[in-house]
C-alpha cells in the first residue's frame, strides 16, 4: 500500500530538507511533503511507530518531525553526516532531536547497495533490512546511505523529542521495564512505583 501511494506522488530534490552541510552530500529525491496523499501516508507510519514496544519503553516520542519518503535510484547515494540537533514539528513547533529512525520499505531484493551504514564507538555497521523493518538509533550519530546500484530503495525517515533528555537515564527506564515483564506480581508492583517515580523526575515536556 505504501509503495503504490509512493508510485504516484510527485517527488523533488531531496537536497531541499537536508541542513546546510548535509545537502552537500544528499543525492536522493523526496516525496513532496504538501501532498494530501504524502501527509496522509505519514500519519499511517506515524501510527504503526507509536505502538512499537521498543518505541514505546525506549525511545518514548513526545514530539514527532514531519516524515520524509525518500526514493534513492542507480547513482544515488547520501553521504556521512549527523541530523540538525533540532527540527519542526508538523505545526512549526520546534523539537530536539533525541532519536532517527529510518522505515526501510522496499525489499533488499529489489536494489544493490543503498545500505544504512551507521558509525559507532566499535566500527561501522550497515543495514539491509527486509520491508517494513526499522531501524531507531541517537540523532548525533554519523551516519549515511552507501550507493545504490541498482534498483530502487524507498525509505521513511524522521526524528522524534524524547519525553526523558539523557541517554543514560533512558537506558534505566528501558532496563527497568524489560524486568517489570519478567517480574512476579510483587516485584512488579514495586517496578511499576519506581518507573513511575523516576518519570515524574526525568521527564520534560
Known sequence: MVCGVLERVPFT????????TAAKVKQNEQARGDDPEVIALGHRVKRSLEVHSVMRSLVRPVRWSSLLFSRYGPGHQYGLHAD???????????LRTDFSFTVFLSDPETYEGGALLIRA????????????????????VLHRVTPITAGVRLACVGWVQSLVRRQDQREVLFDLERLRVAAGEADSLVLDKTLGNLLRMWAED
Open 13 to 20: 530534490g531531496g537536497e531541499l530538507t537536508a541542513g546546510i
Open 84 to 94: 540538525n540537533a533540532t527540527m519542526y514539528d508538523p505545526t512549526g513547533w520546534p
Open 121 to 140: 564507538l566499535d566500527g561501522d555497521r550497515e543495514f539491509r533490512p527486509k520491508a517494513g523493518s526499522v531501524i531507531i538509533y541517537p540523532t548525533g
